[in-house]
């Protein structure tokens, strides 16, 4: 009988020993794996002994303030630790869907479009996987006409999405049907480098990490070495106007956003100096147009295709400074045949695209072509020799197709 009653107590210690060696409290999971260089909304973490990561994302929408979400990817068969209470997704994650189609273009980046199971608007994607496999891409809607039953059906292991002023709306349906989801912030990061180096991010999820720092490691030598042709190239800095009204209001990216900086690093002077914020603030037209007025550029006028749509939308502004000179550049010269635009999609992604001296232009200096300062497509001259495709901008991630 003593025989026995020790057998089970040594079989139960053991079976207590066996469960917490393979249990980890969240606590534990403080060692640094990847600390981005550039962008500020995410940082890959982990634990002694173990190979499950923790994938941390900070305020993932504009105007959050110590907003912190968490996916745990899961390894080796690890248990969840105890007292987390975040998502969790299996590494290696093979079906996932992008509610934005930048994270489609990061994944291509990656070699991995592939695991892309579901889009929303795959009318207005580019990327070639996505348009000619619509068997294995099953759209799945936008924000606030979701077909959650479709969504079901692609069996996701994971779906990557975006908040705009908050959390997506997207959230409380997709805990309740039990879909592990993980927001992507990399609209909001203050550099072009930070919003590129969200690839590594993606890659971790995909447990690609090496293969992704492989990638993006060299984009920021490329990324200075143009920065540094246009300072040593450019003399003057434009003052730069951008966007024109979305959804009835005129948004005007923060100084502190990737926007400001791009504008910057690429020889221009961003004219609107008020929002130091977090976010993109709306100004109303009676502003918009003074600024435009003391404005030498325009960057991304909304739809128009040639500056005579541009002047019957915004009559008003005929006559300002950039527009009497010509001086207005768009985001248009990739469009697909539903207006899908690949500027938004792929253009901050660490894809090298080769350069077009005959077209890439820094914005100050006195005139000669010479080397843009980007990740994205540059923008093309608006000025009546193209034709529009018809249909609407896509969306990217928040910004949609204003700069934000």
């Known amino acids: 009988m003593k025989k026995t009653v020790y057998f089970i107590l040594l079989s139960a210690a053991t079976f207590l020993i066996s469960c917490a060696s393979n249990t980890t409290g969240i606590d534990a999971y403080t060692e640094t794996l990847y600390k981005p260089s550039y962008a500020s909304g995410f940082e890959i973490v982990g634990a002694e002994g173990r190979q499950s990561t923790l ?202 956003s990737y926007v400001a900086r791009l504008i910057a690093d690429a020889g221009g002077d961003y004219i609107y100096k008020k929002n130091t914020s977090n976010r993109s603030l709306p100004i109303d037209l009676e502003e918009a147009y003074m600024l435009t007025a003391q404005a030498d550029m325009w960057l991304n006028a909304g739809s128009a295709a040639s500056l005579g749509e541009l002047k019957s939308q915004f009559p008003k502004f005929t006559n300002t400074r950039c527009v009497r000179n010509g001086a207005v550049y768009n985001c248009n010269k990739r469009l697909n045949v539903a207006g899908g635009n690949d500027y938004w999609e792929s253009g901050g992604t660490a894809r090298r695209r080769p350069a077009r001296p005959d077209r890439d232009h820094a914005p100050g200096g006195t005139g000669r072509k010479r080397p843009g300062i980007t990740l994205l497509p540059t923008p093309r001259i608006i000025n009546g020799r193209y034709r529009r495709a018809k249909g609407r901008p896509a969306c990217s991630s928040a910004s949609h197709h204003t700069f934000q």
């Open 55 to 256: 994938l941390k994302v900070f305020n993932p929408w504009q105007g959050a303030e110590n907003t912190e979400t968490t996916l745990f990817i899961v390894r080796n068969g690890e248990k969840i630790p105890a007292g987390f209470t975040g998502q969790v997704v299996k590494a290696g994650a093979r079906r996932i869907v992008c509610l934005s189609s930048t994270y489609v273009a990061m994944l291509d980046a990656l070699g991995q479009v592939d695991r892309v199971v579901g889009v929303s608007g795959r009318n207005y994607i580019s990327n070639k996987y996505v348009t000619t496999h619509p068997e294995a891409v099953a759209d799945i809607g936008f924000d606030g006409n979701i077909d959650y039953e479709l969504l079901l059906a692609q069996r996701p292991d994971l779906v990557l999405l975006f908040g705009v002023s908050g959390a997506s709306g997207m959230e409380s349906k997709l805990l309740e049907m039990g879909i592990p989801f993980c927001y992507i912030g990399e609209y909001l990061e203050e550099s072009p480098l930070g919003k590129a180096e969200w690839l590594v991010a993606i890659a971790e999820i995909t447990d690609s990490r090496e293969k992704g720092e492989a990638v993006f490691e060299p984009v920021p030598e490329r990324y200075d070495a143009l920065r540094a042709k246009v300072a040593a190239a450019t003399s003057k800095h434009p003052k730069v106007m951008i966007n024109t009204p979305y959804a009835g209001s005129w948004f005007m990216a923060s100084t502190e």
